[in-house]
């Protein structure tokens, strides 16, 4: 099992270009979920889906998109990157909403 | 919303020493989560907590879900360098979707 797998581990971005990050799980998860790490503020919940075809924002969901066609992926689309998504993000899926997330080893952007 | 306060922030100590932590919330959760983030990783579940009351043990780990159902704390025995890291509580309602993550506390372990 390889778990949540996250990718690029690294990206760079101009401020206004789009990109997507992608998120991967092997364990038939229902839920899924994307947070960002900021210094000093943890981590905070951006979207998540409950299942193949549902998803819901979470804090800070403005400026991104999600979509669930499979139970395996969950991708993040940045629609038009600024300079305050620059962060870590992290994917995280559990068996069921309320367990235990596991989480991917993230991706960290920068927009310039 | 929901908030976890975590304390302390960050935490200097020496090897052998032992370390506390905990959150509180001025909110009732159904279950606490304690995670531990090593650099350029995510984070790792250490202990979940599904029960008021409930003390539970992973090795030199122990954390335990208050009474109150507002608080939680982690306790570490016998510091040893590989336990540097983040460590983040985390809590739900049990049947709410969102998880709320505490802002961590850094902890540092000298020889």
């Not at chain 1, 979920?33 to 981590?43: A, E």
Request: with cysteine; glycine share 10%.
């Amino acid at each position: 099992n390889a778990g949540v797998t996250q990718t690029p581990k690294f990206q760079v971005l101009k401020t206004g270009q789009s990109m997507t990050l992608q998120c991967a799980q092997d364990m038939n998860h229902e839920y899924m979920s994307w947070y960002r790490q900021d210094p000093g503020m943890g981590l905070r919940l951006i979207h998540y889906s409950v299942g193949a075809g549902i998803t819901d924002q979470g804090e800070v969901p403005n400026g991104y998109n999600v979509s669930r066609s499979t139970t395996e992926d969950f991708p993040l689309r940045l629609l038009s990157a600024a300079p305050s998504q620059t962060s870590v993000y992290f994917c995280a899926s559990s068996y069921a909403v309320g367990g235990p997330l596991h989480f991917g080893n993230g991706t960290r952007l920068t927009v310039t | 919303g929901q908030q976890l306060n975590q304390s302390p922030q960050s935490m200097f100590i020496q090897e052998g020493e032992d370390v506390s932590m905990n959150c509180t919330s001025s909110s009732i959760f159904n279950t606490w989560l304690w995670y531990k983030q090593d650099p350029g990783e995510g984070p790792v579940l250490l202990i979940a907590l599904y029960k008021a009351g409930e003390l539970t043990s992973n090795g030199r780990l122990t954390a335990q879900f208050c009474i109150t159902r507002k608080d939680s704390f982690l306790n570490i025995s016998a510091s040893i360098p590989s336990d540097v890291g983040i460590y983040f509580c985390a809590a739900n309602t049990g049947t709410a979707s969102k998880l709320t993550f505490g802002t961590g506390t850094r902890l540092q372990v000298t020889l």
